[in-house]
């Protein structure tokens, strides 16, 4: 197999491909070899016809499409490896010879990675974010972890209160007659859920158990049922328990049970550090983001239409896999959203270009800066890896053949050049709170003045 490659505009190739004529026969023999016990002709049995007979009668044709289709993928593989560039879409083929007793040559155009001249990526200003952790924000993780650890009581001794769960039952009337669906027993509600038509959960407030109450509501205009919007309704409702959540006390036995610290102080002190953790991580993404956006925006590259058109493919079939996971095909959610194919592929359009856009900017910084990945760097990739998929580094290895192992170098000269973005940014305070200083240090300087002004006239006193 030989392969010319041809430069076309806009980061576009033709590769021409060459099969010698000894694949051609041996391909259109297996095509026979497939389509016999489907032939028949007079005189013999059916899937007993000679090969030499059928193109006799019908012509060598019979046999091009199924030998074309059996040689193609690997020839263009092959071809793509061979050529040495970096292709980026899908082929676009075109049969420019087929005959018996020939090469089979083809043609398959592809995009290959545009150039970038880049723009700024050193010293990008980016948002200042304050990561402290406040009291209040330590008192409600706290607070939801003593949430989830709390146990439902019986209510004794008093009315229902917000917050409460009131195992009910009801049914509702419009103008004395009941309505399908307005009926339940022993249905659990949360009060102040918001879970019941607006303002029935509001006058279950201040009952007790064993009252019968009715719950005069009008159902929402934009409700559900057609037959129920903007309807006066009267809920009869009976009481039969009501229950709370307890939490645990906030003492050194809470912080032994969801913690290794053995006490409260300790505990707070291991929130607040994870916290700080969090925002910090949280931040640096967000400064991450912003930095690639304005280095994007002052790069200049050209995208191919097919190198984007295959990106959005790669989107949409992720995207069909999540539905697969929901028991949903694409077809099916193609239906229910009245939209096909290429309405799809301009709904992710945009994003498809952002992330390439991105992706290529961060490549050629990893190449201008010499952000190389060592072996090393591999490895404790794969090690990371082998942890997520409980497997051991050795055997994850095996599996991982030369291209992957590629593409897995290619995401860590990415990951490098953010990092390497990051260590270079130049902070900034957002304008507000640029402002809220300026205006902070202007009161200041009030009091200052004030401070002076009562100095003075005290001493002429």
Do not use: W
Request: proline share 3%.
């Amino acid at each position: 197999m030989s392969v010319q490659v041809e430069k076309l505009e806009n980061s576009m190739i033709k590769l021409t491909i060459d099969v010698p004529e000894t694949e051609l026969e041996s391909a259109m023999q297996d095509a026979y070899n497939k389509q016999k016990k489907n032939i028949s002709i007079p005189g013999f049995r059916k899937g007993k016809v000679p090969r030499a007979m059928i193109e006799k009668m019908y012509g060598p044709e019979v046999f091009y499409e199924d030998a074309a289709n059996a040689l193609m993928p690997q020839a263009y593989a092959d071809a793509a490896k061979e050529c040495g560039e970096d292709i980026v879409s899908r082929p676009t083929v075109d049969i420019v010879q087929i005959e018996k007793g020939k090469p089979f040559i083809f043609t398959a155009e592809v995009a290959v990675k545009p150039p970038v001249e880049l723009g700024q990526y050193k010293g990008v200003e980016v948002t200042a974010i304050d990561t402290n952790v406040t009291d209040d924000e330590v008192t409600i993780a706290v607070d939801r972890e003593r949430e989830n650890n709390s146990r439902t009581v019986d209510v004794e001794g008093r009315a229902i209160e917000s917050g409460d769960t009131a195992v009910i039952d009801f049914e509702g009337f419009i103008d004395g007659e009941a309505f399908e669906g307005g009926k339940g027993e022993n249905h659990p509600l949360e009060i102040g859920s918001g879970s019941f038509i607006p303002g029935f959960e509001d006058q279950l407030i201040g009952r007790n158990v064993g009252d019968d109450v009715e719950v005069n509501v009008t159902f929402p205009e934009d409700y559900q049922a057609e037959d129920l919007k903007g309807k006066d309704a009267v809920f009869k409702v009976k009481i039969h328990e009501v229950k709370t959540k307890e939490l645990p006390e906030l003492d050194d036995e809470f912080a032994q049970d969801v913690s290794e610290f053995d006490t409260v102080a300790e505990y707070l002190e291991s929130v607040k550090e994870k916290l700080k953790k969090q925002k910090e991580e949280s931040a640096k993404r967000e400064q991450e983001d912003e930095a690639l956006a304005k280095i994007v925006e002052d790069s200049t590259m050209e995208l191919p239409d097919a190198m984007v058109l295959t990106r959005c493919d790669e989107m949409i079939n992720q995207f069909a896999q999540q539905l697969a996971q929901q028991g949903l095909s694409l077809q099916q959610y193609m239906d229910y959203a009245d939209s096909d194919m290429d309405q799809l592929r301009q709904s992710v359009r945009g994003e498809a270009e952002e992330r390439i856009r991105g992706e290529l900017v961060l490549e050629e910084i990893a190449k201008t800066e010499n952000l190389e990945v060592t072996d090393e760097d591999l490895d404790a990739e794969i090690e990371r890896m082998a942890e997520i998929y409980r497997m051991e580094a050795d055997k994850l290895k095996e599996h991982i053949g030369e291209e992957e192992a590629e593409g897995l170098k290619l995401d860590l000269a990415i990951r490098k050049a953010v990092d390497f973005i990051y260590e270079n940014l130049v902070f900034t305070e957002d304008d507000g709170a640029a402002a809220d200083a300026v205006e902070a240090e202007a009161e200041e300087v009030t009091e200052t003045e004030e401070t002076a002004e009562t100095v003075g006239e005290e001493t002429q006193e």
